[in-house]
Nanobody, 122 residues
Framework: QVQLVESGGGSVQAGGSLRLSCVVS?????????MAWFRQAPGKEREGVAC???????TYRDSVQGRFTISQDTAKKIVYLQMNSLKPEDTAMYYCATDRFSSGCYPQFTFRGQGTQVIVSS
């Protein structure tokens, strides 16, 4: 069983910052698998936001490049998403996710948490 628990969401004004955390536990070889943050806004499809692989290389969707930073504490099995200069269009439910067989970006949305809500007001 694999569990992911996200936290850190909230409501902020445009230009503000939030730091999301995702704690991973269970039967998964954490250091070998890629980890990613996805988001889904009401009425829209889920989209990959940021991804990190085992050697620390990262990938970002264009709209968050330069504003968001994904990082991880491998020893603690925690993935972070630092979000700066937030915009109203960043409003969504954010999920961290991984897959047992994915080592590249983006992993399949196989194991994911319950999500954490981010609301950015103008």
């Amino acid at each position: 069983q694999v569990q992911l628990v996200e936290s850190g969401g909230g409501s902020v004004q445009a230009g503000g910052s939030l730091r999301l955390s995702c704690v991973v536990s269970g039967d998964i070889y954490y250091s070998r698998n890629s980890m990613a943050w996805f988001r889904q806004a009401p009425g829209k499809e889920r989209e990959g936001v940021a991804c990190i692989i085992s050697d620390g290389r990262t990938t970002y969707r264009d709209s968050v490049q330069g504003r968001f930073t994904i990082s991880q504490d491998t020893a603690k099995k925690i993935v972070y998403l630092q979000m700066n200069s937030l915009k109203p269009e960043d409003t969504a439910m954010y999920y961290c996710a991984t897959d047992r067989f994915s080592s590249g970006c983006y992993p399949q949305f196989t194991f994911r948490g319950q999500g954490t809500q981010v609301i950015v007001s103008s």
